[in-house]
């Protein structure tokens, strides 16, 4: 298959094309804005009718979250219309798609991990947004998967965890919130689990990526507090004391999910996977920052 991937400068395309080595069997085609502008309807179809593309990896978004909130109309260019005009260049061809949505998509209040049939509840731009690209793909693309996911990191571009990391060998306190819960995503873990629904030794012949929506992030629970004292202990980092914060006393132009961690079943059944525990992730990605190996 001729497959597209886009945003493959950021944390999840990066993992893509390190594993794109292990899956000689498709030609890939990585773009970014250089290479492809997204939000140009005229440039996608022309390129996907030029490479004879068969299907597209969407890993390109707007995910400054706080920014969001006073650049609407930009954050729906890239989270809604720019993946509709994906996924319709690919229903003219008959292709397939997958679309990496979020947990935002939710509005937290949940007490149990979500599944793909929970309502959807969204508040915040970003969140908005990223439900109507959800919507746009589906309607556009009869064969197209929507992943969410959350908490994404990786040793690539900015995150959470290399956040941590530095903020933990600068200061002395640090003060993160304890009341927000979720799962971490080691953006390779979810690279993995794209190749399994894509790679032919994973499917029929012929059979695309499954149809529908999945939820998609390492194993197990955990609030940003408590990601935080793992990151610095994996890390070896003792010099800085991190402080639990309620969310009222750290407020943010956007609001985040209270509750967001994504029940994993469906995923795990279709495709046949085991995913890890986030600890185990975590590990893993410390020591490929050359950090501290576990």
């Not at 773009?31 to 005229?42: F, K, Y």
């Not at 219309?81 to 996924?87: C, K, N, Q, V, W």
């Amino acid at each position: 298959m001729n497959i597209l991937i886009t945003g493959c400068n950021g944390q999840l395309g990066n993992e893509m094309q390190l594993l794109e080595r292990e899956h000689p069997a498709h030609n890939y085609f990585n773009t970014d804005v250089e290479e492809l502008d997204i939000t140009d309807q005229q440039a996608i179809d022309r390129f996907v009718e030029d490479n004879a593309i068969d299907g597209i990896v969407n890993c390109a978004a707007y995910t400054a979250v706080d920014k969001a909130e006073a650049n609407e109309e930009f954050c729906r260019l890239l989270n809604a219309t720019a993946p509709g005009y994906l996924a319709e260049a690919m229903g003219r061809r008959g292709g397939w798609m997958i679309q990496v949505s979020t947990d935002y998509v939710f509005d937290g209040t949940n007490h149990r991990p979500y599944v793909e049939t929970d309502p959807v509840c969204p508040n915040s731009v970003y969140g908005r947004t990223k439900l109507e690209g959800e919507e746009l793909v589906r309607k556009l693309c009869r064969q197209s998967m929507i992943i969410r996911t959350a908490w994404l990191y990786s040793t690539f571009g900015s995150n959470f965890v290399k956040t941590m990391l530095r903020l933990g060998r600068e200061k002395q306190e640090l003060g993160v919130i304890f009341d927000q819960i979720g799962t971490p995503t080691y953006a390779r873990d979810l690279a993995v689990a794209i190749f399994a629904a894509i790679d032919p030794t994973n499917r029929k012949e012929g059979e695309v990526p499954p149809a529908g929506i999945f939820h998609f992030s390492n194993e197990g629970v955990i609030s940003w507090y408590d990601f935080t004292k793992a990151i610095h202990r994996i890390a070896g980092i003792s010099t800085c004391h991190v402080r639990p914060l309620h969310t009222a006393e750290y407020p943010t132009p956007a609001s985040r999910p209270h509750y967001s961690v994504l029940d994993k079943t469906k995923i795990k059944q279709t495709l046949g996977i085991e995913i890890p525990y986030w600890e185990e992730s975590l590990c893993e990605c410390i020591g490929r920052l050359n950090t501290t190996m576990c």
